[in-house]
């Protein structure tokens, strides 16, 4: 027995020996690769051929420091020929480095051939490299990753590790590759150095990427569509994604992938498709049908569908797409969405339905969300009510739907008990439907608003003040209103006060002239501005030739006054 194990012994002896000094040479070749790649950053010359030198010295050394890392001394004859020759090949072109470093080459012509002939057989080299990585000598059991350089490391040293990372991205098996893509991800996502490195500056990494997209294995699918996410996120670099063809996997992927997938992919197409040009890639690889399906399924969670809304959010507003989304059921699958409890959900098919939508079923979705009774939050209801603007106040039909189902209760609301933003946008919406009509005006004294609007009139934002004025002198100008505006005493003497508060001859000043005109037309009116105390500062502006100081001053006029205010009337 013991002497059956001696040639056993022997035989492992010669293979560990080997295998030592395998890694000798490759450690011999990655130092004297890395000292040519040094070299090269100084040569003065031929600048793209010795860009493209090194991007291939690059590419041996990552693979090479990936066998050197190896644990394992299986398969060490695969390397004992092709070490060695590259080993050759880098001495053979330091020596070119060096002569195009000092000048001392006898041609140009001779020299860019010599560096085309380098350039060759790098290129071989690698794919041997890789075709021997293909056939299972690398594989995740004994292949040890580099080390991640620290943090504030030199461009070289990123750039080594990316470069290793693509390297076994290609050839590793999928345990290698999967590490491969989060260690990637952690990288990018914490460093933003790396991601000009992955989008800019290490070549075919970008494609490996969109292509692992198409990947069977659905954890390297996830893993690629978190990256390729993080990088649409910087406008530099999307353009780098829609030319590596990244649209067509995303499609499919929408189709095909798992959830967290699908959710990579729709972030992305998001932020891709803020580009009207790439709506058009989107929609013609079928992309607009999968993300349909996605908001009309209930197999998805609320991220995944408001992501997938906002996708459809960027692309409605080419024309065509519009009119197919309208034909594949968009609207209703929109409608059914404004009852979701997501926020997300909500704001985004609202959207959406005021880009797509008419008819009394939107209108009544968008009334429904922004009712104050709603479980929804001031922002999801800001976004309704926008909505809303939009999408009803151009056609009087929706306008007589909001009217008919209690639009104007949650605008009274707001104007009481809103927020801030919320209240100045029911006030915004109060002033343009007192421009509808004499129906909604009375409707809308009749249920309080003059009362709200009076109490803004001396808010401290102008804007909110002119509003309120010009929504008070709408709804006045209908009779009903003015005997109710009137039957309050506060009401007019309010009026009159800030009308002698108000600098100037402004704009306000003219509003308040021209509601309190109109109000003259009540006989209680009439009196009331008469003897309120104010009528000397009525006097001073008419005799300052402001022209509804002048009108209500004549309309104030009495037998009783008529002498006193003669000279005023014909001036």
Known sequence: MGEEEKPMQKQHQNSTESFTAMKSSIKQAVQVISSLISLSHSIKV???KWQLIRKKLEEMSSGLMAV???????????????????????????????????????????????????????????????????????????????????FGACK???????????????????????????????????????????????????????DFLDSPEMEIQEEASKIVSLISGFDLYKGVLVEAGIIGPLNRVLETGSNLVKEGAVRCLQTLTVNSDNAWSVSADGGVTALLKICS???????????????????????????????????????????????????????????????????????????????????????????????????????????????????????????????????????????????????????????????????????????AIEALSSLVSVPKNRNRFVSDDRNIHFLLRLLDQEEGISGNKQLLLSILVSLTSCNSGRRKIASSGYLKYIEKLAEAQVSDAKRLVRKLSTNRFRSFLSRFWHS
């Open 46 to 48: 031929f600048n793209v």
């Open 68 to 150: 050197g890392n190896c644990d394992s001394s299986e398969n060490t004859a695969a390397f004992s020929d092709v070490v060695p020759s590259i080993l050759a090949t880098v001495n053979e072109c330091y020596d070119l480095g060096r002569r195009c470093v000092d000048l001392s080459y006898s041609g140009k012509l001779l020299m860019q051939s010599d560096l085309d002939v380098m350039v060759a057989k790098f290129d071989l080299h690698v794919k041997n490299l890789s075709g021997i990585y293909t056939a299972g000598v690398l594989s995740h059991g004994f292949a040890i990753v580099v080390s991640r350089p620290g």
């Open 156 to 210: 070289d040293d990123m750039r080594f590790y990316v470069r290793d990372l693509l390297t076994r991205l290609k050839i590793g098996d999928i345990e290698m590759k999967r590490q491969s893509l989060v260690n990637l991800y952690q990288v990018m996502a914490e460093d933003e150095r790396y991601m000009k490195l992955v989008a800019l500056e290490v070549s075919d990494i970008v494609k490996v990427l969109v």
């Open 297 to 467: 399924s209930g197999d998805f969670g609320g991220e995944l569908i408001g992501l997938a809304c906002g996708v459809l959010r960027n692309l409605v507003g080419v024309e065509e797409i519009k009119r197919f989304m309208v034909e594949e059921g968009a609207i209703e699958t929109f409608i059914k969405l404004t009852r979701s409890k997501e926020e997300i959900v909500l704001i985004n098919s609202m959207e959406l339905l005021q880009n797509v939508a008419s008819g009394e079923e939107s209108v009544r979705a968008l009334l429904r969300v922004s009712d104050p009774k709603s479980a929804t939050s001031s922002k999801t209801r800001e976004v309704a009510l926008r909505a809303i603007e939009n999408l009803c106040f151009p056609s009087q039909n929706c306008i007589n739907t909001l009217m008919n189902y209690g639009f104007t209760d949650h605008l009274l609301f707001f104007l009481r008990n809103g927020e801030v933003s919320l209240q100045e946008l029911a006030l915004k919406l109060t002033f343009k439907l007192c421009g509808t009509s004499d129906e909604a005006r009375k409707t809308m004294g009749d249920a309080g608003f003059m009362a709200e609007l009076v109490k803004l009139l001396d808010a401290k934002s102008y804007e909110v003040r002119e509003m």
